[in-house]
């Protein structure tokens, strides 16, 4: 399949003259545009716009195949984390340890819903939380640990899980990232108590807006994310409110997106797995170019393709004009934002180091090999010239 009828020749294109897209979106839209338009058009049929039976299928569909009894669509991935925390009864007076590396939405998260949160540093090969992190990090006031699979790669959720369950400490996946990877064969969003998933748009399963979901075993746990997303209703009523709640609700025009999007989710994971695995080839014979580790029991969802390299933002201005879009995620560590600055112990050297260091290659299902191929030569070369630079 070719996706690309012309694009500037390689090189020297200038930053507005992209050759490879950061995510092709278009790609995946062209892809099912026919199923996209028959899915909204049921949708403006039917004029059920909240609720109903296009968001009920979608739940249904998101819950089997994470392989979770309930699944509640909520308006974004930062409720979604909320949600999960405060009705499983975190709040006030209450400690949630998180990764430094993270996108700041699960901080955020943790104090919407009342407790503080506790950041700790991330494993230098991975950049994920660990066991050890989190047991150096609890104190008597810990309620829960948010694991959070960054970049599409599970945590090491083995230890995570000898050490927390014992305790007692409520596991959330922050899932956000990790649309079908799994951990020894089962899915994120089965591997704690309680996860949550964003369907932001470029994610690897993305509405056409913002979205959400929760997802759990735990049915008293499901009926509390319900309610408190739809206005506190407790009752058969709609106008029944036991609780005080709010209006986080996943519309049925993203539900419709979503189903039509999650049929093809599979093959595009796949699809990203073979580009990255390409990028691994590759990028093995780039010195200084180090990538960031896969445990052996992960299977990735691949939604980032993050490779650490010195001098960084040098490296990415030169991709860039050769037309090699990039990003960073992240280039603060939470703790280093002013209003989070009271919520780590003291420096967090791994997280801080890897912040000056990634850089996300560009990753979709549509990639072709030649573009993976044009960005690791350009990637080379940067990495060479900024090094030569340096001695
Ligand atoms: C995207 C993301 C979120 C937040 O999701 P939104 O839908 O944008 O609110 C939370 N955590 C991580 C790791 C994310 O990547």
Redesign the pocket.
Known sequence: MKQRTSRPAAGRSGPNNVSVPFLDLKAMHAEIQAELDCAWRAVTSTNAYIGGSVLDRFEGEWAAYCGRRYCIGVA???DA?ELALAASGVGPGDEVIVPAN??I??VEAVIACGARPVLVDIDDRTLLVTADHIRAAVTSRTAAVIV?H?YGQPAGMDEILAFTEPRGLLVVE?A??AHGARWHGVRAGALGDIAAF???PG?NLGAFG?G?AVVTDDAAVASRVRALSTHGVTGASRYHHGVVGRNSRLDALQAAVLSVKLARLGGWNAARRRASLQYGRVLAGVKDARPVANAPEAESSHHLQVVRVPRRDAVRTALADRGVETGVHYPVPCHQHEPYRAFAEGPLPVAERAASEVLSLPMSPHISAEQVMEVCSALREAVEGQVGRAS
């Open positions: 974004n991935g930062t984390i993270t996108f939405a699960t959070v960054l922050d956000a990232q964003s369907f932001y994610k913002d959400g």
